[in-house]
């Protein structure tokens, strides 16, 4: 086994943190093709699985209207009004209000888009739009709105037999942060997910509209705008999924720190020959702040090995 990824804070010429990364890369066939660390790490699925989570809702009778509305379903957006009234559209759609949402209330991830927001609200919460179509499907398939987070709901148990379908045999379910469950599998199954679906619908609205499956200053929006090939899915704790170039790519900080992603990301493409070197270097050695001004980087070291 190879060692992982090392993720390296710089402040003023010193190392001040480091983050290890594991990284799974496998072929349509499933196959382990490179990695680095363990590529057998389990992780949960987390945000990764919402392009997946909205073909099950498709699949249980939710007829968006246009792209945009599949593209908010598969994100973690920044709560912008962009976002907002996609989400709503969905609703409107269905004809349903969105009283009916049961993630958490939330004000935008988004910091300037919080001006102008009196008080949390489901809607804002970055998985409002799967929860939307989550409801959407419920009525359309005429199971209760009330429960649809709940893991014995038919639903859920759809979206699980989806998963597994797809990725292998998961454990859990656990509940995540929007309430919702959410399931655990090795890195190297969660990187088979968008690979398998890539050719869908959900992959075409995502690469239509990156702009909506994250927003403004994010790793998803930038990397699929700057690079249309590619497709990405981050979630929580430090964790990203990819499809591109016929191969299937999963990482995940073992210390959940989000800030090692974009980094990790950017060099295991690079170095798999996926995208330019000098690609979205603001996300490839994002900056470190000292007084409000750049004093220092992070960068990605390490290699992934090919099998």
Same mark, same amino acid.
């Given at each position: 086994?190879?060692?992982?990824l090392?993720?390296?804070?710089?402040?003023?010429?010193?190392r001040?943190?480091?983050?290890?990364?594991?990284?799974?890369?496998?072929?349509?066939?499933?196959?382990?093709?490179?990695?680095?660390?363990?590529?057998?790490?389990?992780?949960?699925?987390?945000?990764?699985?919402?392009?997946?989570?909205?073909?099950?809702?498709?699949?249980?009778?939710?007829?968006?209207?246009? %792209?945009?509305?599949?593209?908010?379903?598969?994100?973690?957006?920044?709560?912008?009004?962009?976002?907002?009234?996609?989400?709503?559209?969905?609703?409107?759609?269905a004809?349903?209000?969105?009283?009916v949402?049961?993630?958490?209330?939330?004000?935008?991830?988004?910091?300037?888009?919080?001006?102008?927001?009196?008080?949390?609200?489901?809607?804002?919460?970055?998985?409002?739009?799967?929860?939307?179509?989550?409801?959407?499907?419920?009525?359309?398939?005429?199971?209760?709105?009330?429960?649809?987070?709940?893991?014995?709901?038919?639903?859920?148990?759809?979206?699980?037999?989806?998963?597994?379908?797809?990725?292998?045999?998961?454990?859990?379910?656990?509940?995540?942060?929007?309430?919702?469950?959410?399931?655990?599998?090795?890195?190297?199954? &969660?990187?088979?997910?968008?690979?398998?679906?890539?050719?869908?619908?959900?992959?075409?609205?995502?690469?239509?509209?990156?702009? &909506?499956?994250?927003?403004?200053?994010?790793?998803?929006?930038?990397?699929?705008?700057?690079?249309?090939?590619?497709?990405?899915?981050?979630?929580?704790?430090?964790?990203?999924?990819?499809?591109?170039?016929?191969?299937?790519?999963?990482?995940?900080?073992?210390?959940?720190?989000?800030? %090692?992603?974009?980094?990790?990301?950017?060099?295991?493409?690079?170095? &798999?020959?996926?995208?330019?070197?000098a690609?979205?270097?603001?996300?490839?050695?994002?900056?470190?702040?000292?007084?409000?001004e750049?004093?220092?980087?992070?960068?990605?070291?390490?290699?992934?090995?090919?099998?």
């Amino acid at each position: 086994m190879s060692g992982p990824l090392v993720v390296e804070v710089i402040r003023s010429g010193a190392r001040e943190s480091a983050h290890e990364v594991d990284v799974a890369v496998v072929d349509a066939e499933g196959r382990l093709v490179a990695s680095a660390g363990d590529p057998e790490q389990p992780a949960a699925y987390r945000s990764s699985s919402k392009p997946i989570q909205a073909r099950a809702a498709l699949q249980a009778g939710w007829t968006p209207s246009d %792209a945009r509305a599949l593209a908010i379903a598969c994100a973690s957006h920044n709560g912008e009004p962009e976002h907002i009234d996609a989400v709503r559209a969905v609703f409107a759609d269905a004809g349903l209000d969105e009283s009916v949402l049961r993630c958490p209330p939330d004000v935008p991830m988004y910091l300037p888009a919080v001006m102008g927001v009196h008080k949390p609200a489901p809607v804002y919460h970055n998985c409002s739009g799967k929860h939307a179509a989550m409801v959407a499907a419920c009525k359309a398939s005429g199971w209760p709105l009330e429960s649809y987070r709940d893991d014995q709901h038919p639903l859920q148990a759809a979206v699980r037999a989806l998963i597994e379908s797809l990725i292998g045999p998961v454990a859990g379910p656990l509940v995540d942060g929007c309430g919702v469950p959410t399931f655990v599998a090795p890195l190297r199954a &969660l990187a088979c997910g968008l690979l398998a679906i890539d050719g869908g619908d959900e992959a075409a609205a995502m690469r239509a509209h990156p702009f &909506l499956v994250a927003g403004s200053e994010r790793l998803d929006t930038d990397l699929m705008t700057a690079a249309p090939h590619v497709l990405i899915k981050s979630g929580a704790e430090g964790l990203a999924c990819v499809s591109v170039g016929g191969l299937g790519v999963s990482l995940k900080a073992r210390d959940g720190a989000a800030r %090692a992603r974009g980094p990790a990301v950017m060099a295991v493409l690079e170095q &798999l020959d996926l995208i330019p070197e000098a690609l979205l270097p603001q996300h490839r050695e994002p900056p470190v702040l000292g007084g409000g001004e750049p004093v220092g980087f992070l960068r990605a070291r390490g290699t992934v090995e090919r099998a």
